[in-house]
DNA sequence: TGCCGGATCCTG
DNA sequence: AGGATCCGGCAA
């Protein structure tokens, strides 16, 4: 069931933990393309977040961001990655979820650990950018059967720029997955 | 107009 | 640890 604008409408943190779980849908010459979302993370611009692309106003490329909630902003970094984000809470507020990392699915080739593989597994660009998530050609949707896990919450990454904001523990991801695009800080895992 | 650095990923 | 490789955002 296709996730509605109510359920976007709403605290980003909130969401950012609620998305967890859920499957992300991309739809490419009538083919589903669909994972499951395990790491995602909260960006607020409303309160001054900043580690937010918002956070210093509106401009061409975070102006989606400032619109109605429920909609994709994808944005190009690095010269050569894309990244998928959600537009959250009432229009006006700047604040989204960017999704991190999915596990495969559905028609699924390729990496999807990571935000830019995510995008690229999925054939998402900046095309997409602004698309309506109630629309056809991407959206979420909460599967049937969608089982409790244990969700783990901790600083975000790449962020370390942002000072005491970059402290806050806004990033969501599945211990139990295998496919998390980084471990929490702390000691690396050994086999 | 120029330049600096990034919500990343891969290789060595 | 460092390179790839574009472009957004700000300073000049």
Redesign the pocket.
């Known amino acids: 069931m296709k996730l509605s604008r109510s359920f976007y409408e709403r605290d980003t943190v909130e969401v950012a933990r609620d998305l967890l779980g859920m499957h992300l849908v991309r739809v490419v010459q009538g083919r589903r393309r669909v994972g499951r979302i395990v790491e995602t993370?909260a960006?607020l611009g409303a309160v001054g977040d900043r580690?937010?692309?918002?956070f210093?106003?509106k401009?061409?490329?975070?102006a989606v961001?400032f619109g109605p909630p429920g909609h994709a902003?994808v944005?190009?970094?690095?010269?050569?990655?894309h990244?998928l984000?959600v537009v959250t809470e009432p229009e006006g507020r700047a604040c989204?979820v960017?999704i991190?990392a999915i596990e495969p699915v559905e028609n699924i080739d390729g990496?999807t650990?990571?935000?830019?593989?995510?995008c690229r597994a999925l054939d998402i660009d900046r095309s997409l950018n602004g698309a309506d998530l109630l629309g056809g050609a991407l959206f979420l949707e909460r599967p049937r059967g969608r089982r409790e896990a244990a969700v783990e919450a901790g600083p975000?990454?790449?962020?370390d720029?942002a000072g005491a904001w970059a402290l806050k523990p806004w990033r969501f991801f599945l211990p139990d997955s295998d496919c998390v695009?980084r471990r929490p800080a702390g000691r690396p895992v050994r086999k």
């Open positions: 993370e960006y580690a937010a692309h918002s210093r106003g401009t061409p490329r975070c961001m902003y944005y190009f970094i690095y010269g050569m990655h990244c984000n989204a960017l991190r990496k650990c990571g935000p830019g593989l995510l975000r990454v790449g962020v720029y695009s």
